[in-house]
């Protein structure tokens, strides 16, 4: 088992945020299997602020190159994407079109 720690914005808005959240209570079934076929066994989010911190705990079989060609394939994951860009936006430091960013493990207590 792998964990990999993300991080993305939300757009600072209250009414979005509590609709960003709504949405994530009630995740689209299609949306709950394209992530398990993926190779993710857990997944949570966070959030602070406007800030969103996911924990992906993954098999061996995961890589994000393989999530990204399989999301790219399936047009439910496209439109739901499409609809979470309506609450998110970019950390300042991400590239174009880059939304959750992998983030950089800096401590550990049991390495």
């Not at 394209?34 to 190779?39: L, M």
Request: with cysteine; hydrophobic share 40%; aromatic share 12%.
């Amino acid at each position: 088992m792998k964990r990999h720690c993300l991080a993305c914005d939300l757009n600072e808005d209250a009414g979005l945020i509590g609709d960003y959240e709504q949405w994530h209570r009630n995740v689209w079934p299609e949306i709950k299997k394209s992530i398990t076929d993926s190779g993710i066994h857990n997944m949570q989010i966070y959030r602070v602020g406007n800030r969103l911190f996911m924990i992906m705990e993954t098999d061996d079989s995961f890589s994000f190159e393989r999530k990204a060609s399989m999301d790219a394939s399936n047009e439910v994951v496209q439109k739901w994407e499409q609809l979470m860009w309506n609450y998110q936006q970019q950390l300042p430091m991400a590239k174009q079109e880059e939304k959750w960013l992998l983030m950089d493990k800096i401590f550990d207590l049991y390495p």
